[in-house]
């Protein structure tokens, strides 16, 4: 991030000042990343699945539920808006996906209102070079690299593109941001980079190497949507819950189970004017905490960009 890379900071709607983000583990992420010894953790750790996996297994077996207090604790997550009584998670991953109560995730239910798909860390990339995204720090990548796919990836070329960085604190299931049509689907096996902004500033390819899956939905005013999950070390799985191909706005499309996860959503040029605050404190390379549903942006057409 800007100006100390030691600092995680963010910025939360409708807040004046910057945040520092409390990060879970963050000894352990800056070991294997700015120790001397981050090459041998980047070829064991990131480069195969097997340390995610059995931490996947923990984390879903009961000797995980012994976690979940002291997570809470730490993070100060609010437990008035679990749908379900913190007493009743057996493992952490139960906690992890839980579901909360609707009333605490309110949304425009507008059609021409775009709303945020998840609780979490939002940089926008408008108006992307070609396919070529250019992040503040990290490597650039380009879309049909991100897809796996060159057809899909041309129909987005100079669009724009939403990344959405979940962290442990957050509600982790995802949801469509409108309503539209799936027209297709595709999982791509990687690695399991840490997508942290420690991992990211280091300037390793995470999105276009790390295990990803993504559907291309048919959004009607809002043109098409590449929907992109990306898996990072420790997720034990990225679980898609859609039951239809046709879908509503603030469907569920699915969970992550534990670990840094991320949403990679890219979307066609010339259909979006996005909310005031999210352009501003991406152009200068910060993030935006949202919660899902909070209107993220208006269809091109309307008279005016939606006002946060």
Known sequence: MPENDSIIYFYRRGDADRQ?????????????????????????????????????LYCDSPLSSRRIQPTIDTLAIDES???????????FNDFFYRRLRPESRPYD????????????????????????????????????TLLADSANAIDFNGGDVLVVRLCPADYHRFHFPCAGRIVGRKDIPGRYHSVNPIALAKGIDIFPTNK???????????????YMEVGAFGVGGIVDTTESCEVRKMDEKGYFKFGGSTLVLVFQPGYVNWADDLVAHSAEGYET??????????LFSAESATSP
């Open 20 to 56: 520092a983000e409390t990060v879970l583990g963050e000894s352990a992420v800056r070991r294997a990343y700015e120790s001397p010894l981050s090459n041998l953790f980047e070829g064991v750790i990131f480069y195969n699945s097997i340390i995610s996996k059995l931490f996947g």
């Open 212 to 226: 990803r899956a993504w559907a291309r939905v048919e959004c009607g005013d809002f043109g098409d949507l590449i």
């Open 81 to 91: 808006e679990f749908l379900d009584k913190t007493q009743s998670f057996t493992t």
């Open 289 to 298: 905490l949202l919660k899902v549903g909070e209107t993220i942006g208006s």
């Open 109 to 144: 239910p507008a059609p021409e209102h775009l709303a945020a798909p998840a609780d979490g860390r939002y940089l926008l990339y408008p108006n992307i070079s070609g396919q070529t995204v250019v992040p503040i720090k990290g490597s650039k990548y380009r879309l049909d």
